[in-house]
């Protein structure tokens, strides 16, 4: 699951964010349709696990709630699947919760609606 989300969901996020922020364009709807097909595998392959890779959490699951919190502004109805799950992170390592609540997304939020 590292793994994918490492190769497979960076990539298609990166494809997302480069035109965004680098070069303040929307990105093209091919882009976008990848950047949603990725986080579908993502949500087939935790299937009815609690955690991304069985019942325990592991670093898989920390890795992808750090960018969970930042894209989920961006694919929100896409990533309302996994809003248990992140529940679970939380609850499960309480550093997730207290390193995201540190952060003040909304200027990336305020951004990524325009």
Known sequence: MLHFEGSTLYA???????PKFKL????????LEDARNAIKDLIALKGDNKFLA???ASIADISLAM???FSKYLFE?????LEQW???VEIAIPAVKEIND???????ADLLKK
Do not use: C, L, Q, R
Request: proline share 8%; hydrophobic share 30%; charged share 35%.
């Open 24 to 31: 303040k364009k929307e990105p093209t709807d091919d882009v």
């Open 54 to 56: 069985g019942n325990d």
């Open 86 to 88: 992140y529940k679970n």
């Open 67 to 69: 960018s969970y919190t």
């Open 12 to 18: 298609a996020f990166k494809a997302v964010y480069i």
């Open 102 to 108: 540190a952060v003040d997304f909304s200027p990336i």
């Open 77 to 81: 109805e896409e990533f309302k699947p």
